[in-house]
C-alpha cells in the first residue's frame, strides 16, 4: 500500500512501545494516525504530538472497541491500516508447588482468561471489525487492495518459557490467526500478516530486574541488544508497504531462541 495524507490507520497499544514506534513511522509517512490506549494522558500527548486521534479503549471489550472505531473514524476517516499492538504479559506455571507450603495449585483461571482476552481477543475484535469497515472502501491500487492489518504475536508463541502458558497461548493464537483471516478477506483485497517481535525495550521488560533482562540478552545473537520500537514500526511499515506480504509472519528477533526459563 502506498502511504499518504489520505491514509488513516488505528494502532492499538499506541501510546508506547511497539505501538508508539508503529504509530510514529507511519505518521513519518504522511498517514494519519488513530490510536488505542488505555493510558489516556499519554495516548492523548502522542497523538498531540503526530496530528492525530485518541481514543480511551479496553480492547478486550467489545463495546469499548467499537466505541473507539467510531471516535476515530469521525475524526480521521475509515481506517485503511490496523495494527493490534496493545498486549500484556507475566508468568504463572500449568500447576505448581508453592515454596512455603509445598501446597500443590493449579494454574488460575481468571489470570489465564484476562491474557487471553486482552491479547488474543482483543486482537480478533480490532482485526475483525477493522476488516468490516474497510470492506466498504473503494480500492486503492489496480490489484483491489483496501487495506492491511497487522497483528503482533511474540517469539513466545513458537518457544514459549516456563511460567509463559497462558501468554505463549495468546499469542500462538494470534500467530494461527493470520493465514485463515488472510484467506478470509482475500476477495476484498485486504491483507494480514504477524510480526512476532522478540527482546524489545516496551514497558514489559523495562519492569524487569537488571539481571533478568541481561540473562535475556544472552540468547540474541546479533545484534546482541534489545530491540527498539523504531526498529518494530520500520517493519510494521514495510509489512504494510510491500502488497506481496499476505498470510505470513515474521520474526524479528536478532536470532534469538528463548531458552526454557
Known amino acids: 500500500m502506498k502511504l499518504s495524507s489520505d491514509i488513516t490507520a488505528i494502532i492499538t497499544g499506541g501510546a508506547s512501545g511497539l505501538g508508539e514506534g508503529t504509530a510514529r513511522a507511519l505518521a513519518a509517512s504522511g498517514v494519519k494516525v488513530g490510536i488505542f490506549d488505555l493510558n489516556e494522558e499519554r495516548g492523548k500527548q502522542v497523538a498531540k504530538e503526530l496530528s ?15 466505541a473507539g472505531f467510531a471516535a476515530i ?3 480521521l476517516g475509515q481506517e485503511r491500516i490496523m495494527v493490534n499492538c496493545a498486549g500484556i504479559g507475566g508468568g504463572m506455571k500449568t500447576a505448581s508447588r508453592k515454596r512455603d507450603t509445598g501446597e500443590i495449585v493449579a494454574h488460575d483461571v481468571a489470570y489465564f482468561t484476562r491474557i487471553i482476552n486482552i491479547n488474543l481477543i482483543g486482537s480478533f475484535l480490532c482485526a475483525s471489525k477493522s476488516a ?5 472502501l473503494e480500492p486503492t491500487a489496480p490489484d483491489g487492495e ?3 492489518i497487522l497483528n503482533t504475536a511474540s517469539v513466545a508463541a513458537q518457544d514459549g518459557q516456563i511460567g509463559q502458558l497462558a501468554y505463549a497461548a495468546s499469542k500462538g493464537g494470534i500467530l494461527s490467526m493470520a493465514l485463515p483471516m488472510a484467506r478470509d478477506l482475500a476477495r476484498e483485497g485486504i491483507r494480514v500478516n504477524t510480526i512476532l517481535p522478540g527482546f524489545f525495550e516496551t514497558p514489559i521488560y523495562e519492569q524487569m530486574k537488571p539481571e533478568v533482562k541481561e540473562s535475556l540478552r544472552a540468547h540474541v545473537q546479533f545484534p546482541n541488544r534489545f530491540g527498539t520500537p523504531a526498529e518494530y514500526g520500520d517493519l510494521a511499515k514495510f509489512m504494510v508497504e510491500n502488497a506481496y506480504i499476505n498470510g505470513e509472519y515474521i520474526r524479528t528477533d536478532a536470532g534469538a531462541r528463548m531458552p526454557p526459563r
Open 52 to 66: 492525530g486521534a485518541f481514543a480511551k479503549v479496553d480492547v478486550s471489550d467489545n463495546d469499548s472497541v467499537e
Open 73 to 75: 473514524r469521525a475524526e
Open 132 to 136: 468490516a469497515g474497510m470492506m466498504g
Open 146 to 148: 483496501r487495506g492491511v
